[in-house]
């Protein structure tokens, strides 16, 4: 199965799907974390030692080019590139998570998909999965990436939206753009809630009740303060992740 977070910026994103992550490890799943924000952080949330010498892919600009096939002067590009080794050679592991990073995916010139997209399209692709296998997929905030079409061969899409009018609007275009690339399954994840009154302020502006509501959790916060992962967060912040992986997988209830 494979799952995709998106959402305006600042939401959580990355949290959660440390926090998925991190849950259906532990309940025997294969999972691949593949993080894809310009500004990755997904190896700090789960505790990899040594952030600082994961090269992401998208850094090495001459091998990108090469296998999107793209030649200087050439609008065009190999729509099926070579990265059976990437799916291999760049992968790092904690505690049997393994993790790619991906890096900044740069909008290509005149609305041409760039090599970073050209390549992440084809790893989507080409991954042929186990049923205890999972990809999570953690985007960059905002819309540009559904333009792109990089995420269009995901299973799930999960838009994290906060109890903010921005941020229902953002996730309200999410589902849309969603739409239109033909993801079927999109689901709304309400984070940083207080109380009732939130999670009915969610559910009456998106027009649907989220799947699970994370809390805005002060020992979120301070995990992250203290340079620990965020996936030793607890309480109330496991209890949601239960939540919501139950909703994606019925089989782990329990």
Request: glycine share 8%; proline share 4%.
């Amino acid at each position: 199965m494979k799952i995709a977070i998106s959402g305006k910026g600042g939401v959580g994103k990355t949290t959660i799907m440390a926090m998925l992550a991190d849950y259906l490890n532990k309940q025997g799943r294969d999972v691949l974390v593949i993080d894809a924000d310009p500004s990755p952080h997904m190896a700090q949330s789960l505790g990899v030692e040594n952030v600082d010498n994961i090269i992401p892919i998208a850094d090495m600009k001459e091998m990108l080019t090469q296998r999107s096939g793209k030649t200087e002067g050439s609008p065009f590009y190999n729509l099926n590139p070579q990265v059976d080794d990437l799916l291999a050679d760049f992968i790092v592991e904690k505690n049997g998570i393994k993790l790619m990073v991906l890096g900044a995916i740069q909008t290509g010139d005149k609305g041409c998909a760039c090599a970073e997209s050209t390549v992440l399209k084809r790893m989507l692709t080409k991954l042929l999965l186990s049923p205890t296998q999972m990809v999570l997929l953690d985007m960059e905030a905002g819309v540009e990436h559904l333009g792109r079409g990089t995420i269009a061969g995901v299973d799930q899409l999960l838009v994290v939206v906060i109890p903010s009018k921005s941020s229902v609007r953002t996730a309200l275009k999410v589902k849309k753009l969603a739409q239109d690339v033909k993801i079927a399954n999109v689901a709304f994840v309400g984070n940083l809630v207080h109380d009732q009154d939130d999670e009915a302020f969610l559910a009456e502006a998106l027009g649907e009740t989220p799947i699970a509501f994370f809390p805005d959790a002060a020992a979120v916060r301070k995990i992250e303060r203290d340079g620990e992962p965020i996936i030793k967060a607890a309480g109330e912040v496991a209890v949601a992740t239960a939540a919501l992986a139950t909703f994606l997988l019925p089989e782990v209830a329990g």
